[in-house]
């Protein structure tokens, strides 16, 4: 150990970004949110949020001369699960929603249902064509059905790339700035500037080792949505890492224009948190940004991380090519670019 | 137009030459027209209190900060540009540094001796600050005085001709700091120029071939520890106590005449008198104290310090102010 040769001196920009992997990879807390969290939200939320196979509806006959024959017709139907009971039990049923329909005995039926209730209304048309149907009514023709299960249209096809959007801004602003920032606080920035680095490589290094840390964070993420929770990519592969690229840049920018000038962790905290606190609301990550009012829309479609995860999701979902995502992809580079500019007129050194 | 200076053929004496340096900060003035000059070879020291100017003044040396007025000759060169240039020729130790907790002390070293073209060997600079065995540790199971040592080496891994080190061992227990002691005496065996700013009086002492005495942003004395002392007219000090009542119908003109006796300051019921011979002016003190009826409750001797020189130029401690 102690013989060896002495290594041949490494370039001071390989030290760089060297010195930032290895502070990364031996912090076991970083590991944990880049790589572990992201993976374990896509698991948790995909199988909460999973598509059930139909079950039948729970639907009550009440017992009477035209019971049993309500009941083998209702039987017949798949997407119904009747049952046969007494007038006050069936009342009573639907009032606790055990079942969500009661066919009453009289002749013609009344049907008792909430019609607020999707179930509810869904039972009603099936038992009344079932019984219609038994009454002799002859269907003027027999429709085909196209049912669409298939993978790419499920909740969690829309989460993960989302989720890959958010993790793309949490670890390129808290990666860029909470390093800075700590080098600012312990003077270890202002030490690094006393020494003849230069100014260019020392955050240099800290963008391309965001970037080295890129390739594990996002293909942990994506391999484990593809092959465990079948989640598609059918744009180009190769586009899908562009974007992803552009988006981490984008917010190593925003990272450090939040922390070019604070002195603490505490200031930085709080700035970082302003940033990005209103992105995990508006831009679309749990759910669509459809659903904010149109007079918030143009808040909403200016964020960066709007503009990431919706080209995420066009790339891997929808397989667009680069063409339709141009508008996303500029605002992307304005906000990284216009980060930078600013970020490093106003660094604060030491 | 200056004298163009070529590095290689930089013979002039003078590793580093401030004239009329001044820093404000608002209202304060840090560094109030400040004339230094440290020689090649040397070991300089800046002494002062806390809030003297001496961090202020050593930055501006090390291209950190801009003087507001004055002239800083580093090398025999000027701060401009980047400065990339004049860095690689000075080492460079600020008050304090956190280096990356999770770097091995090896992967630090390593870092830092890829600024410079030319320089020691990792090995051979833990072996400089006597942390061979702390090599392949984090940087956070360090002690603070090998934080310290690291901080120093990675100062002195560029081998450079001008070493800055900005109170290298204050916060320091007593060993670590006779260790950095050592490093400095080792280095200085070698003939590295440095400068080094420190408010513990021992350690100018020990350490440095000159000190400037520095207060209020001004030097205000100059010279080598033994100069200084000597300027005092007085080799040794006599402190002792006595009540208010007694002391206030002592007066300093009867302690200055007697034997051997330099110098009188008082702080309320406490005297010190800088004497040449203390066997003579102690039995003359205690005599003279005896027919006045007063008794000291404390009396002292020791050999006149910095410290001394300190109190006798300001009527302040160097180390509360």
């Known amino acids: 150990m102690a013989d060896r040769p002495a290594p041949r001196p490494r370039s001071a920009f390989t030290e760089l970004t060297l010195a930032r992997l290895r502070e990364l990879i031996r912090e076991p807390e970083a590991v944990f949110w880049v790589f572990i969290f992201p993976i374990l939200l896509a698991a948790i939320l995909g199988l909460a949020f999973r598509s059930r196979p139909p079950q039948a509806l729970p639907v009550a006959v009440v017992a009477g001369p035209q019971g049993d024959a309500r009941l083998a017709a209702l039987s017949a139907r798949p997407e119904l699960a009747p049952r046969l009971l007494g007038e006050a039990e069936a009342r009573q049923q639907l009032a606790r929603g055990r079942v969500v329909l009661v066919v009453s005995a009289d002749e013609p039926p009344v049907y008792a249902y909430d019609p607020t209730q999707p179930e509810s209304q869904s039972a009603r048309l099936a038992a009344d064509a079932a019984l219609q149907r038994a009454a002799g009514r002859k269907d003027v023709f027999t429709p085909g059905q196209a049912e669409l299960t298939e993978p790419g249209t499920r909740y969690v096809d829309f989460l993960v790339p989302g989720l890959l959007g958010m993790n793309l801004m949490g670890t390129g602003m808290w990666g860029i700035g909470f390093s800075l920032v700590v080098a600012r606080q312990g003077n270890l920035l202002k030490r690094l500037v006393a020494s003849p680095a230069r100014r260019s490589y020392i955050l240099g290094a800290q963008l391309i080792s965001r970037l080295i840390f890129l390739v594990p964070e996002a293909g942990a993420l994506l391999l484990f949505a593809w092959l465990v929770l079948g989640v598609p990519v059918r744009g180009s592969l190769l586009l899908l890492i562009a974007v992803s690229v552009l988006g981490a840049l984008a917010f190593c920018g925003l990272g450090l224009l939040t922390a070019a000038r604070p002195r603490t962790i505490e200031g930085a905290s709080g700035i970082m948190n302003l940033v990005m606190v209103p992105m995990w609301i508006f831009s679309g990550i749990f759910f669509s940004t459809e659903r904010f009012p149109a007079a918030m829309q143009p808040f909403v479609q200016a964020l960066p991380l709007t503009a990431l995860n919706d080209a995420l999701r066009a790339v891997m979902l929808e397989g667009a090519g680069l063409a339709a995502l141009l508008p996303e992809l500029a605002l992307l580079a304005a906000w990284g670019a216009v980060s930078f500019v600013v970020a490093l007129k106003v660094f604060r050194w030491q | ?321």
């Open chain 2, 1 to 321: 137009m200056e004298d163009p200076v070529v590095p290689s053929k930089d013979t002039s004496e003078s590793a580093l030459r401030c004239r009329g340096l001044v820093k404000r900060y608002g209202e304060v003035v840090a560094v109030a027209g400040l004339d230094l000059e440290v020689r090649r070879g040397e070991c300089f020291g800046m002494l002062g209190p806390n809030g003297a100017g001496k961090t202020t003044t050593v930055e501006i040396f090390e291209g950190l900060r801009e003087p507001d007025a004055g002239e800083v000759d580093v090398l025999g060169d000027r701060w401009r540009g980047d400065g990339l240039a004049l860095r690689r020729r000075l080492g460079i130790q600020l008050q304090e540094t956190k280096f990356p907790d999770k770097l091995r002390v090896r992967e630090v070293l390593s870092l830092f001796r890829s600024f410079y073209p030319r320089g020691l060997d990792i090995a051979d600079s833990l072996a400089l600050v006597g942390l061979e065995e702390k090599a392949d540790a984090q940087v956070r199971t360090l002690s603070g005085g090998q934080k310290q040592r690291l901080s120093l080496a990675s100062a002195l891994i560029g081998d450079p001709e001008l070493l800055f080190l900005d109170e290298p061992t204050t916060g320091l227990d007593p060993q670590s700091r006779r260790q950095t002691w050592e490093i400095v005496e080792g280095l200085k065996a070698r003939g590295r120029t440095v400068l080094l700013t420190t408010h513990y009086m021992e350690e100018a002492a020990r350490l440095c071939d000159r000190v400037a005495i520095i207060d209020h942003g001004k030097a205000i004395a100059l010279g080598t520890p033994r100069e200084l002392v000597a300027s005092l007219g007085a080799e040794h000090v006599v402190e002792f106590t006595i009540n208010e009542e007694a002391s206030a119908a002592l007066s300093a003109e009867v302690l200055a005449a007697l034997p051997s006796v330099e110098g009188v300051a008082r702080e309320g019921g406490r005297w010190r008198l800088t004497v040449r011979e203390v066997h003579r002016a102690v039995p003359a003190l205690l005599a003279a104290l005896a027919e006045r009826g007063a008794t000291p409750t404390e009396l002292a001797t020791h050999h006149a310090s910095l410290e001394d020189v300190f109190m006798a130029l300001t009527g302040r401690r160097l180390r509360d102010g």
